[in-house]
């Protein structure tokens, strides 16, 4: 199984920007679509954006016009791009397979907070 690895979270205001990223230790990018998901507490983790092998992307209705999903296939990593963030947002971020390949096992995630 390839190992994925979440980083960039941090600390910012509203409003503020912020790029995740996802390395991979494979080449699956190419292969299969994966996304982005993000658990808030106390709430169900959630997939937030999507991309193809073919990079056609998709977005949850909370962060369409906001988020950007992208990847680097040569780089093997993919990215998230957040922007006009809000405290809502809050969460911790995770990278994964998309609908409708199969789950792999969780990373340690990326924790995003968005506070004044």
């Known amino acids: 199984q390839v190992q994925l690895v979440e980083s960039g979270g941090g600390l910012v205001q509203p409003g503020g920007s912020l790029r995740l990223s996802c390395a991979a230790s494979?080449?699956?990018?190419?292969?299969?679509?994966m996304g982005w998901y993000r658990q808030a507490p106390g709430k169900e983790r959630e997939l937030v954006a999507h991309?193809?092998?073919?990079?056609?992307?998709n977005y949850a209705d909370s962060v369409k016009g906001r988020f950007t999903i992208s990847k680097d296939n040569a780089k093997n990593t993919m990215y998230l791009q957040m922007n006009s963030l809000k405290p809502e947002d809050t969460a911790v971020y995770y990278c994964?397979?998309?609908?409708?390949?199969?789950?792999w096992g969780w990373g340690q995630g990326t924790r995003v907070t968005v506070s004044s």
């Open positions: 994964n397979t998309a609908p409708p390949y199969t789950l």
């Open positions: 494979g080449s699956i990018f190419s292969i299969k679509r």
């Open positions: 991309i193809t092998p073919g990079g056609s992307t």
